[in-house]
T-cell receptor
Framework: GQNIDQPTEMTATEGAIVQINCTYQTSGFNGLFWYQQHAGEAPTFLSY????GLEEKGRFSSFLSRSKGYSYLLLKELQMKDSASYLCAVNTGFQKLVFGTGTRLLVSP | DVKVTQSSRYLVKRTGEKVFLECVQDMDHENMFWYRQDPGLGLRLIYF???????EKGDIPEGYSVSREKKERFSLILESASTNQTSMYLC????????????FGPGTRLTVL
């Protein structure tokens, strides 16, 4: 079976740092994606990890440990516009993505 | 600027109707996907296509079919709509290689009465 777990909701304060965790158990693994989705809009790509380690892209970083089936998305210097849902998705092969249910992040002033 | 468009943002249909959802991409992508998104369940893959006239079942294909006659267009068909198919439907496309991100359309919110 395919199982991807991430917290349902998180809250944080503007300017702070937040870490959104994702654990997975899938039949195949060919990389892990993080997407951002604002309410009523399409998901947009944030990051991709296929090897263990940290990938940094501006205020956003993503980490992967394949042996632990674990990833996290780190958001620094939070802004109000970062209030959105964050979707973890595993490529199980041939671009078949299995998504977690998403983490809704609320950033308050 | 990459673009995936879907034929309608909102659609209301009656039980038993045949429903067509259209998706067009202008990026010359080989791969196209149809997902549905429901609260508490996340995005789930319905069907996908690697090339023209090719289709593969995703995780929840029951009650749906697809058509890909041209590279840029991927249609999702609900042969006989049912109330449990009320959902947000998202189309996506990507280049052939597996490490590439998928680009999503704005979605169609379908309500079946």
């Amino acid at each position: 079976g395919q199982n991807i777990d991430q917290p349902t909701e998180m809250t944080a304060t503007e300017g702070a740092i937040v870490q959104i965790n994702c654990t997975y158990q899938t039949s195949g693994f060919n990389g892990l994606f993080w997407y951002q989705q604002h309410a009523g809009e399409a998901p947009t790509f944030l990051s991709y990890n296929v090897l263990d380690g940290l990938e940094e892209k501006g205020r956003f970083s993503s980490f992967l440990s394949r042996s632990k089936g674990y990833s996290y998305l780190l958001l620094k210097e939070l802004q109000m516009k970062d209030s959105a849902s964050y979707l973890c998705a595993v490529n199980t092969g041939f671009q078949k993505l299995v998504f977690g249910t998403g983490t809704r992040l609320l950033v308050s002033p | 600027d990459v673009k995936v468009t879907q034929s309608s943002r909102y659609l209301v249909k009656r039980t038993g109707e045949k429903v067509f959802l259209e998706c067009v991409q202008d990026m010359d992508h080989e791969n196209m996907f149809w997902y549905r998104q429901d609260p508490g369940l996340g995005l789930r893959l319905i069907y996908f296509s690697y090339d023209v006239k090719m289709k593969e079942k995703g995780d929840i294909p029951e009650g749906y079919s697809v058509s890909r006659e041209k590279k840029e267009r991927f249609s999702l068909i609900l042969e006989s709509a049912s109330t449990n198919q009320t959902s947000m439907y998202l189309c996506a496309s990507s280049p052939r290689d597996s490490y590439n991100e998928q680009f999503f359309g704005p979605g169609t919110r379908l309500t079946v009465l």
